[in-house]
């Protein structure tokens, strides 16, 4: 059982703040075609121009998310946390802009020689088991530039290529195409996620986007990211009120475009360091926002909420302050929204999640294959085994388990043995595990084998963008 945020009476006046935002206050949306249809779906104006809400709508919502999202029946079994040993694997990829590079010590913008070079990597790691577009480019014109690196990994790996989250609402078709051809159900790779402008505001090219989705009934995940003391209010209260009101009229507005489109609600906050003027995502105020949405969409709207961001943190570089504050986050939302399990989001992502470090990637593997060991079930020996052991041991060796005849056959049965954080009789610096770090990631690319999907796939993806570049420049 998670712990509460609030309790069952604030989180009941939360509700009804809530209502009041999306009466009261309402959405401004910048989509003529979307407003129109809001109005026509029951919506009113106000005379600042905003779309409010009615209460038929948000019980409608409500309904909706309790039958996409039932809850689990009393008296359910709990689920089997321990599992056998295992070598941990993870997908790669989060669309970032900047690539951290190493050697110069910054981030610097997306290339397509730092794209090649972060798909060779994940495609010789063995651990990485899918990719997802990693990193944004600045060399390409922005109606082209996912379709085009999609072409560049297709011909770089045959890992499963992930869905993608369309930037440029006029390229969904073509992703869509693209998706068709790597194998995907197109509404599963034209992305989900309809970020909101905080506050209470969707855009246009939001909107625009999430049309264009329609015609794939693709899933409509609505994402605020209020700014505590920034673009929301200063205190946990105010923000998950926001938030909240965020998500209830972003879903209304999902399944008014779209009837038949599944509907999740996504909550990333960040704040403004009052100190600094920085925004951060990672401290416990920003956990503590994330939770208190998840826990009142489950309270008194319906539920369906994930917290996403968790792995975003606010490290500009790659090192220890970004292992620490990912630890933060996840200790964070196990004790309010994974029922006490320690999930740690680590994808190699820093700086509040605009820049990619393979180096950073390859500490959070290390940390999470950690976590992952504690969950391994151990090794259990027949009856008896155990005691006649330490019989013999204690009684004829001496007590000296070392030497014995099992522990030479058996110490690698249960050992994690770690890579970069280890047991050594000097503890190294920083900068040594870093290095190592970034010596791995070159060899993983030195160590890279061709590898690309067939020919006639790389073919029928670049017809596409070649009809792409004709249509869209």
Known sequence: MNTAVFNDSEFEQMAGDVRRVLFDVGYAVDHAAVRDAALKAGCRESTAGRMLFCEEQVAELRARLLRQYPPPAPGQPEPDRMHVRRELRSGFGNITPKYYDYALGQAVGGSLAALTDIVKFAHAETRVSGITLPLSRQDVPPALEQLDSLVVMAKLTNKPLGGVDVTVPETVPFVAEMGAVLGHQPRHFVGSCNCINPPLRLEQRTAETMIQRRRYHAQSMITPMPCIGGSGPVDIYGSVVL?????????????????????????????????????????????????????????????GTRVGGQSYINARRPGLQAVYERYLKAVGYAAYVHDHVVYYAGNGCIENGSTISPEQLLLDMEALAGLDALGTRPVVPPAGDAAERIRATVLSGGGNFLETEHTLEHFRDERWEASFFRADTRTRTEREILDQCHAQYRQRVADYTPASYPADTVRELESILARARRALL
Not at 278 to 296: E, F, K, M
């Open 243 to 303: 938030g909240t009101a965020e998500i209830v009229g972003g879903l209304i507005l999902s399944f008014i475009i779209d009837p038949d489109a599944p509907l999740l609600g996504y909550i990333a906050c960040n704040q403004v360091d009052m100190l600094t003027g920085n925004g951060t995502s990672c401290t416990p105020q920003t956990v503590r926002v994330d939770a208190g949405v998840y826990q009142l969409m489950a309270h008194a709207f319906g539920g």
